[in-house]
């Protein structure tokens, strides 16, 4: 796939580039990544490294370029990011517009009103059940 990408980089305008990276590889980082993207980085890494090494092709930096200024150019997060921010996307339309959800999610988070009647300060918000383990931190609640 990068030599694919390390072709282009000279015969088609950067513009170009960056329109190509976002048609056909951000959509598959994006895809899932709630549910991917929660591992261990160890496992991730070779992922972001791929990514970063996308974006310097596609950029026409060199090796030690700075990651942060190809996500910056590009409006786009690092994939640590990306999952932060889809896993916020996805509790604000189950807060907001849980009509869009699939029906599995409709009963997804439990307010803590319904868990008890104390008077607390995120009485309103959702409930955060603890876990002592790193792997039920990582899990998914079924």
């Known amino acids: 796939m990068l030599v694919f990408f390390y072709k282009l980089q000279n015969k088609i305008p950067r513009a170009c580039l960056r329109n190509i990276y976002f048609a056909f590889?951000?959509?598959?980082?994006?895809?899932?990544?709630?549910?991917?993207?929660?591992?261990?980085?160890?496992?991730?890494?070779?992922?972001?490294?791929?990514?970063?090494?996308?974006?310097?092709?596609?950029?026409?930096?060199?090796?030690?370029?700075?990651?942060?200024?190809?996500?910056?150019?590009?409006?786009?997060?690092?994939?640590?990011?990306?999952?932060?921010?889809?896993?916020?996307?996805?509790?604000?339309?189950?807060?907001?517009?849980?009509?869009?959800?699939?029906?599995?999610?409709?009963?997804?988070f439990i307010s803590n009103s319904l868990i008890h009647n104390y008077a607390t300060r995120p009485k309103a918000g959702l409930h955060l059940f603890s876990v002592n383990t790193t792997l039920g931190q990582r899990s998914i609640p079924v």
Not at 65 to 93: C, E, G, M, Q
Request: net charge positive.
């Open 25 to 108: 590889v951000y959509p598959h980082l994006f895809y899932a990544i709630e549910l991917y993207a929660n591992n261990y980085f160890s496992n991730l890494d070779k992922l972001v490294k791929l990514n970063n090494k996308l974006l310097r092709i596609l950029q026409g930096k060199n090796r030690r370029s700075n990651v942060t200024d190809l996500y910056v150019n590009y409006r786009t997060l690092p994939l640590t990011l990306l999952h932060h921010f889809a896993v916020l996307i996805f509790v604000h339309k189950f807060v907001h517009h849980r009509h869009t959800l699939p029906d599995v999610f409709y009963n997804y």
